[in-house]
Each structure stands twice: as C-alpha cells, then as structure tokens.
C-alpha cells in the first residue's frame, strides 16, 4: 500500500468537495475542478478530510494509481483554495511580451510577433515588459502553459536569449576563442 496514499488530504476551509459515483469535483475560490477516479479506487469524506484507499479485489492497477490519486486530489484542493503560479522571464535585446485579454503578445526576435492564446481558467499577467507569471487553479495546465510559452524561444546557452523559467540556471558555453592556432 502507498505510504502517501494513506495521509488524508485536508479540506481547507472555504473548498466544497462532492463526489458521486467515480467523478469527484472539488469547487473553491480559485476555481472548480474535476477528475475521474480510477477503477478500484476508493475516495471517501471523513471528518473534514479525504481518505483514498484502494480495493485490491477490484482492478490489478489500482495499488499503483493510490498514490497518485491521493495527490492529484490534494493539488486540486490547493488550487481550488490558493491556486498555482509560474513565473518566467524573457531575455534578449527587444524582447518583450504583453497581454490583451486572454491573449499573451510575445516578441522574441521572429519577424513576426507571437500571439498565444491562454486556456481557459488561466490567467496571465506581464510585469516590467520582461516578466511573465501564469497562474491557475490546475496545477497540471499551468505547468503546461508555462512550457508552452517556453518552448516559443528556448534560453540557448551562449548569449542565454530566450524564454527561461525564473528560478531555472541556465548553463552557459563559452563560445569559440578568436586567434587561437
């Protein structure tokens, strides 16, 4: 049995959760969110907190998704009640980016500008020009969104221009040596 399957998972005050049948919904602040429940899964409210359990006699991987379920219940309940957030930054001479409505505006030395078209139930917001922080109450779309956004101008390693993560190192190269025989 999973070790962090088995730490009930808090409901935090102000975060409704119904489950009925294997659909579990979880409404807050920040946000509705759904997920199916796997087969031989087993979700249960006790107490003001979520127990996930497995029935072994139902399904042979349902020992494996106990773990996982019990965590992708606990980020919907953080993101129903806080949410998530991803910041990136944009490196290089005349690049900027900005946003009109739910579209984000990104100039990244193309001939042309990139319009990026934000998933519903996220929001974005531009500071300085150079700053882009995507934030969301589904953990998993605004990790998806933030590699999107990425992903129109990787950081290369010699200049390091691009689109990079905030907190993300990016390594750099020396680049050639000029005269040497």
């Given at each position: 049995?999973s070790?962090?399957?088995k ?29 199916r ?32 379920t019990?965590?992708?219940i ?7 009640h ?10 290089g001479?005349?690049?900027r980016?900005a946003?009109?409505?739910s ?18 139930g996220?929001t974005?917001?531009?500071e ?17 969104v ?6 129109f ?27 040497a025989?």
């Amino acid at each position: 049995m999973s070790r962090v399957g088995k730490v009930p998972v808090k409901i935090l005050s102000g975060v409704k959760v119904d489950i009925k049948e294997d659909l579990l919904k979880v409404e807050g602040p920040k946000g509705k969110l759904s997920h199916r429940l796997p087969r031989g899964v087993v979700v249960k409210v006790q107490d003001g907190s979520i127990v996930v359990s497995s029935d072994l006699a139902a399904a042979g991987n349902a020992a494996a998704l106990h773990g996982l379920t019990r965590t992708l219940i606990h980020n919907m309940v953080h993101g129903a009640h806080t949410g998530f957030s991803k910041e990136l930054d944009i490196v290089g001479v005349g690049y900027r980016a900005a946003i009109k409505g739910s579209v984000l505006s990104l100039t990244l030395g193309y001939s042309h500008p990139i319009d990026y078209e934000l998933p519903a139930g996220i929001t974005g917001k531009v500071e300085g020009n150079t700053h882009v922080v995507v934030s969301g109450a589904d953990k998993m779309l605004v990790g998806m969104v933030a590699a999107k956004i990425r992903s129109f101008k990787e950081p290369e390693p010699y200049q390091g221009k691009g689109v990079k993560y905030t907190d993300e190192h990016i390594i750099r190269k020396q680049g050639k040596a000029a005269g040497a025989k």
